[in-house]
T-cell receptor
Framework: NAGVMQNPRHLVRRRGQEARLRCSPMKGHSHVYWYRQLPEEGLKFMVYLQKENIIDESGMPKERFSAEFPKEGPSILRIQQVVRGDSAAYFC???????????????FGSGTQLSVL | LAKTTQPISMDSYEGQEVNITCSHNNIATNDYITWYQQFPSQGPRFIIQGYKTKVTNEVASLFIPADRKSSTLSLPRVSLSDTAVYYCLVGELGGGNKLTFGTGTQLKVEL
């Protein structure tokens, strides 16, 4: 059973370009979370999605950032008009459980390191 | 959300037992305590989770006193490969969207 797959592993963009980060959850998992990690800091929650639904986007910046988890295909985190401050590691995690179903643990991917020049 | 406090760093030698304590004075009744491990350039990996008393798995033990205001992750006989950042998290079940990772504890294991 493959783990959470993220690609690309490294992404370099110039200021003003768009960045698309992909995440394929573990097989059987329908809950996806995106986190951002700045250097020397902990992970910060961004958004929680289920198939075709955004459940909680309270951690997402109001502008330029969007996320989706379509019925078919990976979850996408999209950053428009990137700025240098967007440079960070972006991690995706998946879970098989809905809230309240049991002891939840998150399975994380290896992340995408975004560098904005 | 319950805030957690952990030491910024710890040093140890191979073969020793390492105990990392986390304070969470404002833990709520529905909150569980979960520990993750993170190596450089990788995502966090689940280590152990508990609600009260003691939990043990093949990797670590988690000790939680009766008042649940703190918890201690115990790593028996550490090796160089245990050098990593360890995060203590407190949150409700199913609350992945509410989990807050602090700066964690950087454990460095030497020969």
């Amino acid at each position: 059973n493959a783990g959470v797959m993220q690609n690309p592993r490294h992404l370099v963009r110039r200021r003003g370009q768009e960045a698309r980060l992909r995440c394929s959850p573990m097989k059987g998992h329908s809950h996806v979370y995106w986190y951002r990690q700045l250097p020397e800091e902990g992970l910060k929650f961004m958004v929680y999605l289920q198939k075709e639904n955004i459940i909680d986007e309270s951690g997402m910046p109001k502008e330029r950032f969007s996320a989706e988890f379509p019925k078919e295909g990976p979850s996408i985190l999209r950053i428009q008009q990137v700025v240098r401050g967007d440079s960070a590691a972006y991690f995706c995690a998946s879970s098989p459980l809905q809230p309240g179903q049991g002891h939840e643990k998150l399975f994380f991917g290896s992340g995408t390191q975004l560098s904005v020049l | 959300l319950a805030k957690t406090t952990q030491p910024i760093s710890m040093d140890s030698y191979e073969g020793q037992e390492v105990n990392i304590t986390c304070s969470h004075n404002n833990i709520a009744t529905n909150d569980y305590i979960t520990w993750y491990q993170q190596f450089p350039s990788q995502g966090p990996r689940f280590i152990i989770q508990g609600y009260k008393t003691k939990v043990t798995n093949e990797v670590a033990s988690l000790f939680i006193p009766a008042d649940r205001k703190s918890s201690t992750l115990s790593l028996p006989r550490v090796s160089l490969s245990d050098t990593a950042v360890y995060y203590c998290l407190v949150g409700e079940l199913g609350g992945g969207n509410k989990l807050t990772f602090g700066t964690g504890t950087q454990l460095k294991v030497e020969l």
